[in-house]
């Protein structure tokens, strides 16, 4: 993975390249063969001069076919350069890393602010899961010197977008094993905090690292969420914690996370917790939800 993601997003800025580079290199107002001096030149020299070769517009035609074949071409071959998501992502596997028998994955979902890490807390003290923040992993992995990937999350962090979701399962896959290698069963009870938050992040992750038992989705408004961001912003230190990230960060949440949540309701797996309460009357009803859901002793 660390080698081919460049090349995907390589490929994203030659896209955004609106002209092939032979045409760039035109100065804006030099005389173009293909205008003003050619088409005279055509029409004249077909016309009005019988005897001259009409066939001087060849040289021209001919650069012109060139160009476009090379460009052509060029856009193939990066075409066919590109990776496909599936070709970044590590070889498909037939069966997820973990299986479900032996480690428990709870998805924690809810906008920006809605208390998920704080509810997290709470559960890893009593029921002793290990809680892993994608946001916390991509953060980590932003500042860990020679990351091939610090400005890129950087970036995508600021503006409340996703970073691409190869990188983000790659991080938890690594934690969730760190946990599991050490345990003497091979067992893990995971809450992933902050993920999925797109589709493809969902899908990738069920299918390659561990099927999960249902998500835990915190519901809070807008309104209460924005207060306690611009209010945590004030000792955080998190670049996205600012009035212009947070709107984006929503923006991202309604269109791209809201979504995985609606997915996963249909299959019956969303335990949905109202989290405009106090901290303490969210927990509880948390630790109501999760049990009736799993049983006292999980
Ligand atoms: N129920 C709540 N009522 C008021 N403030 C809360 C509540 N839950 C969390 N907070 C505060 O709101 C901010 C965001 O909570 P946090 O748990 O970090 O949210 P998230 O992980 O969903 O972004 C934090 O400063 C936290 O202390
Ligand atoms: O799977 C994830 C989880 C988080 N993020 C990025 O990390 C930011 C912060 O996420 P976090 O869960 O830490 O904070 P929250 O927005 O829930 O307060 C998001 O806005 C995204 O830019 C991401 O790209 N993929």
New binding site residues.
């Given amino acids: 993975m660390a080698t081919t993601l460049p090349r995907f997003l390589s490929r994203r800025l030659c896209h955004s390249s609106p002209l092939p580079r032979f045409s760039q290199s035109i100065p804006r107002n030099s005389p173009s063969p293909f205008h003003s001096s050619a088409r005279r030149s055509y029409s004249s020299g077909f016309k009005d001069t019988p005897g001259r070769s009409p066939f001087k517009i060849w040289p021209f035609v001919a650069i012109t076919l060139a160009g476009s074949g090379a460009y052509a071409l060029m856009v193939k071959s990066r075409a066919d350069m590109a990776p496909t998501t599936e070709q970044i992502a590590a070889p498909k596997k037939e069966t997820p890393t973990f299986s479900p028998t032996k480690v428990t994955v709870l998805f924690v979902l809810?906008g920006?602010?809605?208390?998920?890490?704080?509810q997290c807390a709470n559960l890893v003290r009593d029921y002793h899961f290990t809680h892993l923040s994608a946001g916390d992993l991509l953060r980590a992995e932003q500042e860990r010197p020679g990351s091939e990937f610090g400005d890129l999350i950087k970036s995508y962090i600021k503006d409340g977008k996703i970073v691409p979701m190869e990188v983000t399962v790659q991080l938890l896959e690594n934690a969730m094993n760190d946990v599991v290698t050490k345990d003497k069963d091979g067992k893990g009870k995971f809450l992933i905090d902050g993920f999925p938050r797109k589709m493809d992040q969902a899908l990738k992750f069920e299918e390659t690292v561990c099927p999960s038992k249902f998500v835990l989705f915190f519901d809070c408004p807008e309104e209460e969420m924005q207060k306690?961001?611009l209010?945590?912003g004030k000792t955080s230190g998190r670049s996205d914690d600012n009035a212009e990230s947070i709107k984006k960060r929503f923006k991202t949440f309604v269109e791209t996370s809201m979504p995985v949540v609606e997915y996963f309701r249909k299959k019956n797996k969303v335990v949905q917790i109202v989290?405009t309460?106090?901290?303490d009357e969210?927990y509880k009803e948390t630790r109501e939800k999760l049990e009736q859901r799993l049983g006292k002793n999980f």
Avoid at 112 to 118: D, I, L, S
Wanted: proline share 12%; aromatic share 0%.
């Fill in positions: 809810g920006p602010g809605a208390g998920k890490g704080t306690r961001l209010e945590r989290a309460k106090t901290p969210v």
